[in-house]
């Protein structure tokens, strides 16, 4: 394998993770920016315990909004997909120009 291949492959590597650490952060800030504005306690439950709460106190009466485990990994698997999908199409024309 050349360098060339394996120096194309870790720039692949790398747009993607950026486009996926982008794409995360980003809805992060959207559901706490959601659960302000439909004042709703919004608890992310990535383990047992709930691990991140918004900064909404509970003792309001505010509905309770938990994404379990499962929707955190699965919000996750598809902006990975997407976030793939995006870094092969801009290599692609990338690679197409070249």
Avoid: H, K
Avoid at 83 to 95: D, V
């Amino acid at each position: 394998m050349s360098w060339r291949r394996i120096t194309t492959a870790a720039g692949f590597g790398l747009l993607v993770l950026a486009s996926l650490v982008v794409a995360e952060g980003t809805l992060a800030v959207l559901l706490l920016l959601f659960s302000f504005v439909l004042r709703v306690n919004l608890t992310i439950q990535l383990t047992s315990p709930p691990a991140l709460n918004a900064w909404l106190p509970t003792a309001w009466p505010y509905p309770d909004v938990t994404l379990y485990v499962g929707a955190v990994l699965a919000s996750f698997v598809v902006t990975a997909a997407c976030g793939l999908g995006a870094g092969a199409r801009r290599f692609l024309r990338w690679r197409a120009g070249t």
